[in-house]
T-cell receptor, first 112, second 116 residues
Framework: GESVGLHLPTLSVQEGDNSIINCAYS??????FIWYKQESGKGPQFIID?????DKRQGQRVTVLLNKTVKHLSLQIAATQPGDSAVYFC???????????FGKGTMLLVSP | GAVVSQHPSWVICKSGTSVKIECRSL??????MFWYRQFPKQSLMLMAT?????????EQGVEKDKFLINHASLTLSTLTVTSAHPEDSSFYIC????????????FGEGSRLTVL
């Protein structure tokens, strides 16, 4: 059968709160990072990206912060809504490689 | 709207049969597509890189005779799970770069395979 499922880290917030989801990436050579949102039973959706020459990028209600010193990436969601409930994955890309490496994912649960 | 489409969204089959999953890029040409497998509550695991007009590149531990990949055109890659068994039951997702230079990678909606 399938592998035993691991329990994803879960972040539970109230509607209207700000959410911060963290990710430690693995390769110091990575120069491109993406956050994806995956709702149950669906493929990942692009949220926001950032290149290694930046340390912050803002989108609509979302902000990505990059700290290359400690290889850390975070996704901040402002005024979290129930529709934001999903699993969030960070992904990194190394120059010269066509593939992305995904982090383990964090489940965000937003209560009304 | 979706830029990468998968079909079928879900399929149930008997053990021993083969199942084909299609991945299409809808408004762009994709010389390279990627196939992932995802178990419940886990991250995406890259299975193989599908290359138009040439053989797919498989990740370590993925059986190429079990998971046949064909990338016959610039907008279509197929994954065939041959002689499926219950342990092949999983969520299969494809992706493609719409713009490789900028890294815009889009995913299909995923295909849920259940092998009885």
């Amino acid at each position: 059968g399938e592998s035993v499922g691991l329990h994803l880290p879960t972040l539970s917030v109230q509607e209207g709160d700000n959410s911060i989801i963290n990710c430690a990436y693995s390769n110091s050579a990575s120069d491109y990072f993406i956050w994806y949102k995956q709702e149950s039973g669906k493929g990942p959706q692009f949220i926001i990206d950032i290149r290694s020459n930046m340390d912050k990028r803002q989108g609509q209600r979302v902000t990505v912060l990059l700290n290359k010193t400690v290889k850390h990436l975070s996704l901040q969601i402002a005024a979290t809504q129930p529709g934001d409930s999903a699993v969030y994955f960070c992904a990194e890309k190394v120059p010269g490689y066509s593939t992305l490496t995904f982090g383990k994912g964090t489940m965000l649960l937003v209560s009304p | 709207g979706a830029v990468v489409s998968q079909h079928p969204s879900w399929v149930i089959c008997k053990s021993g049969t083969s199942v084909k999953i299609e991945c299409r890029s809808l408004d762009f040409q994709a010389t390279t597509m990627f196939w992932y497998r995802q178990f419940p509550k886990q991250s995406l695991m890259l299975m193989a890189t599908s290359n138009e007009g040439s053989k797919a590149t498989y990740e370590q531990g993925v059986e190429k005779d079990k998971f046949l990949i064909n990338h016959a055109s610039l907008t279509l890659s197929t994954l065939t799970v041959t002689s499926a068994h219950p342990e092949d039951s999983s969520f299969y997702i494809c992706s493609a770069f719409r713009n490789y230079a900028t890294g815009e990678l889009f995913f299909g909606e995923g295909s849920r395979l259940t092998v009885l």
